[in-house]
């Protein structure tokens, strides 16, 4: 298949950045969408031009590398799909495709479709995390955990961490992201010790990295790659509910 | 480099394998390494290069314990390292299922496993850490699969015949690493680690004979900069992507490791790559990488193909029972279709290239085998299917375009880990003093073939319970603790290594010609996996060794390189990652062609019994090879590690 491409260049951060459109001749079904990217690349390279940058790893939908906004959506909206699982054979010969990055404020671009993700991170090191060392820990079989709470632990620990949630909201909130760590954790006795400290310090952290606020719109979980289910964001509002009303407040850095 | 023949000298190797009985060997090391002071941790610096599952691990426990630690990754996040996508799951010898599991048994089928290539010593003490691992993620919320008496379940895996595999679904790499970058980020919380995303380390420096820092290059900006340390930890994974093809992430590259080698630290059995035999076949040449299907789909799948030749372009359905050649099944009937992972995949490429291959015609030939789930539904049911695979199913839908539940999948081997890596003592140190090597990255406990579940087990073995007592015991043997010497990253040996790696950089960009990185890459791939894949001959090999330098010569004439070194610029960085692996290959090469045997994942024609079997030659070849560079242009030396099995008697591996 032939297609047009119309992607965002953005050479830097500083730059204003503007579409440009490309010509992806000789399109076959089975490549994935990033593979497609790779074949336009290799013919800008040959004619001496620059290539699209974008962020890619595993190709296989777990890291989180990838992300592209695809015809105004998030991984192009097919369920449970990255941008890098993506194939082909979803396109019509002759169809224009946009291709854009992530839009956020805790998002900036770095260059073309690559973006600084790194306010994610930073909610993680706020309190994303069971507060054990290495060494000294019971035999894992000690505290049993009921198999629905430990499956429901591990519908929120899947996140991949991509960013689409925030991407597809129109507040740029990163309410499914940091609900599915709080929940996951929550979930489980190890974690359930230390979640009212947590959520504090999570929300505190989302809050200072710019993200926006939940409106309940539900575009976040129609994106999310890994299905992460809205129900988190209401645990995450009554466990923050309950942290507050006891007085919690965030760990001073 | 060149290619001409390898000289065996004097081993510069000192194992430093403990004395005393095999069992009680790591704690008395861990009682006879000395300690540093908690007071004095923190003035010392620790750079760990890597944050996959060792890297995470190694990094998290250090800053823990006191150290003053900067962790390095290429990727935006330590989250996405290639750990992250390790399916099946991780062993353990927690014998929860009562069927007979143990420390020793654990260590007795690695050492099997591994064809009798690796050292018993290291592979003992990682089947005795394995326990603590389990507690450990569990303790951190790793949220395993569990029983309905919320108990942790297990299940089997290739290689083994008992259930001692934890499972976090089909995505327990995954959640491994994140409970080790959970581990890592409340560390860069604290303050006791620093980290660096989105950049790369371009070269280890030496001063006085130790490794003393790294140079790197910050992706965003292309600064090129230089970190001081007392020691340096690689952790940064395997060489699988210089076949180009393989299940590794894109990032996968050798060139850590690789110009660690050019400052002195040995490489070792590089030949030792392994051969996943559940991947998605390729599909076409514009394939930029192939997707594993968990092993664990072997609890389940049965592999065919069919008898006759002439139905293989047939719908499967529509080939009857009589006609199907459950290849495993017949060879090794106690392992079936559980045979480990190199026997497995050798099966699926003679039946191919028998002419009995399924699926579409590359290349003029069918290159895959059913793995049919039918038999299990029809038991099972489709839910129960369902609930073991879903994940792996949507995948190759996903890829394919098929439903894996209405017919069966498609499979073929892959590239898919690499035992070989910088050689390490019984410390994890390389024969460079002050540079540890954890992971896949070093060469230490698989052998000649690693087991499934066991590259998890091992980079968090690694990580969090071997790196943090030797790498103190180094520290405290070669440093005055209350006042650890501090070298300036303005003195020579920082600023040589820097301006040595800024003129790489440079020349990669004023050449100026015509073909791309990738095409390179893909070229190199080729020849690398035609001549010393899943089945390498003397002949085959020499050829490879005459054709590597000649396309190399062209990379270095005739490669375009986009942009400039002052930005981001993803075309520079793989430019450097594929200028590695054309000389790494030729080691790769040399070493294979020099190991005139068969062992694991090293197959050579010339070695096989009249079964087709690998054929290993104790007599010559029970040593591992470690090489150490020599110069530019200069054949590699070779360095034998004699193996001794004190406790596992040499015995021809066999699994029917
Ligand atoms: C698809 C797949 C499935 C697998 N499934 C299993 C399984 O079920 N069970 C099992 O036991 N094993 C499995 N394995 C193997 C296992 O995942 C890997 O061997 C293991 O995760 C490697 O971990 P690591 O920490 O050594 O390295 P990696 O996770 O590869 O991490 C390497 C790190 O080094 C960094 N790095 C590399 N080079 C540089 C550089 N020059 N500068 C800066 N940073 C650098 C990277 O950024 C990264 O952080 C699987 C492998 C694959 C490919
Ligand atoms: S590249 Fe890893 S999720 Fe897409």
């Known amino acids: 298949m032939n297609l047009t491409l119309t992607v965002w260049r953005q050479k830097n951060a500083s730059d204003p950045g503007r579409f440009e459109n490309y010509a992806a001749k000789d399109i076959i079904p089975d490549m994935s969408f990033l593979e497609m990217l790779d074949v336009v690349n290799d013919r800008l390279v040959a004619e001496g031009r620059e290539p699209i940058a974008f962020d890619s790893d595993c190709r296989e939908g777990i890291c989180g590398a990838c992300s592209c906004v695809i015809n105004g959506v998030p991984h192009g909206g097919h369920r449970g799909t990255t941008a890098c699982q993506l194939h082909m054979r979803h396109f019509k010969d002759g169809d224009t495709i946009v291709i854009e990055p992530w839009r956020a404020k805790a998002f900036p671009v770095i260059r073309d479709l690559v973006t600084d993700r790194s306010a994610f991170d930073r909610v993680i090191q706020a309190g994303g995390f069971v507060s054990v060392n290495t060494g000294g820990t019971p035999d894992a079989n000690c505290l049993p955990v009921p198999k629905e709470n430990a499956d429901l632990a591990m519908d929120a620990a899947q996140c991949i961490g991509c960013g689409a949630c925030v991407a597809a909201c129109k507040n740029a909130s990163a309410m499914l992201f940091v609900s599915a760590k709080i929940g996951h954790l929550g979930l489980l006795p190890q974690g359930a010790v230390e979640q009212e400290r947590r959520v504090i310090n999570m929300v505190a952290q989302m809050d200072a990295e710019g993200f926006g606020n939940c409106t309940v719109t539900g575009s976040c979980e129609a994106v999310c790659p890994k299905e992460i289910s809205l129900n988190f964001i209401s645990r995450m509002n009554r466990d923050y509910a309950v942290a507050l009303l006891k007085g919690r407040q965030p760990d001073r850095k | 480099m060149n290619a001409e023949a390898p000289k065996p000298v004097n081993s510069k190797l000192n194992s430093a394998v403990p004395s005393g009985p095999m069992a009680q060997k790591w704690d008395k090391h861990k009682f006879e390494m000395k300690l540093v002071n908690p ?27 006191g150290y003053n630690v900067k962790c390095f990754c290429f990727q935006d996040s330590p989250r996405r390292a290639h ?64 029983e309905y008496g919320g108990l942790l379940d297990t299940r089997s895996f290739g290689g083994s015949q008992l259930q001692r595999t934890f499972y976090a679904r089909g995505q327990t790499g995954q959640q491994l690493l994140l ?33 003393r820092g790294i140079i790197v290059r910050d992706l965003v900006s292309g600064e090129i900069s230089a970190h001081t340390a007392h020691v340096v930890v690689l952790a940064t994974g395997g060489y699988g992507n210089v076949f180009f093809l393989s299940t590794n992430a894109k990032g996968c590259n050798v060139t850590a490791t690789w110009r660690a080698y050019k400052k002195g630290a040995f490489f070792a059995n590089p030949c030792y790559t392994q051969i996943h035999p559940t991947c998605i076949p390729v599909s076409g040449d514009h394939q930029s990488k192939l997707t594993l299907m968990s092993e664990s789909l072997r609890n389940d799948g049965r592999v065919w193909v069919p008898k006759n030749a002439a139905d293989c372009g047939k719908a499967p359905a529509s080939i009857p029972e009589a006609d199907r050649d459950y290849v495993l099944e017949r060879k090794y009937p106690s392992f079936g279709n559980l045979a480990p992972r190199d026997v497995s995949s050798r099966a699926a490429k003679e039946v191919c290239d028998e002419g009995r291959g399924v699926g579409p015609i590359v290349d003029g030939k069918r290159l895959g085998v059913y793995l049919d789930f039918a038999d299990a539904i029809k038991r099972l049911g489709e839910n129960k299917i369902r609930e073991r695979y879903a994940n792996l199913f949507d995948m190759y839908e996903r890829i394919t375009g098929e439903n894996a539940y209405q017919q069966p999948m498609r499979i073929y081997p892959a590239v898919h880990y690499t035992m070989g890596g910088t050689w390490v003592d019984y410390n994890l140190m390389s024969t460079l003093p002050g540079l540890f090597v954890a992971g896949e990255a070093n060469f ?36 005055a603790a209350a006042n650890p010497e501090k070298l300036s990253a303005d003195s020579a040996p920082f600023r040589d290594a820097l301006s040595a790696v800024k003129e790489q950089t440079n020349r990669l960009l004023k050449i100026n010609g015509k073909r791309s990185v990738l095409s390179f890459h893909r070229q190199l791939g080729k020849m690398v996996w035609d001549k010393c894949g899943m089945a390498r001959t003397e002949k085959g090999l020499k050829e490879l060794l005459r054709e590597i330098p000649t396309l190399r010569e062209e990379f270095w004439q005739n490669v375009k390189v986009t942009g400039t070194g002052e930005e981001f610029n993803q075309d520079l960085e793989y430019a450097g990652r594929v200028a590695d692996f054309f000389e790494f290959a030729e080691l790769l090469a040399t070493d294979a062609l020099h190991r005139d045997e068969s062992c694991g994942g090293h197959f050579r024609v010339e070695h096989q019994d009249d079964e087709g079997e690998a054929k290993r030659n104790d007599d010559d070849f029970c040593y591992a090879a470690a090489w150490e560079y020599a110069g530019d242009g200069k054949a590699p030396i070779l360095n034998k590690e004699p193996l001794e099995f004190e406790e596992v008697h040499l015995a021809k591996r066999s699994y029917k």
């Open chain 2, 83 to 146: 750990s992250i996508a390790a399916q099946g799951g991780i062993n353990a010898a927690k014998n929860y299922k009562n069927d007979g599991d143990s420390v020793h048994r654990l260590f007795y089928d690695t050492i099997k496993g591994g064809d009798f290539r690796a050292r018993e010593a290291n592979v003992h003490r990682l089947a005795q850490v394995s326990v603590n691992i389990i507690d450990q993620c569990v303790a951190q919320g790793v949220p395993f699969a569990r």
């Open chain 2, 39 to 65: 007071a004095n941790k923190r003035k010392f610096e620790v750079i760990v290069v890597g944050s996959g599952l060792a890297g995470a691990a190694a990094a998290a426990t250090l800053g823990e314990q």
């Open chain 2, 179 to 211: 409970g080790a970058y959970q581990s890592l980020s409340r560390q860069i919380g604290l303050g006791n680690v620093k980290m660096f995303p989105r950049t790369e380390m371009l070269d280890v420096v030496v001063a006085n004979g130790k490794a």
């Open chain 2, 444 to 479: 230490s406990d698989h052998g000649a073939n690693r087991l499934g579940a066991s590259a998890l087990m091992q980079g968090l073995a690694d990580g969090y319970f071997i790196l943090p007592y030797t790498l103190g015991n180094y520290l405290a043997s070669n440093y």
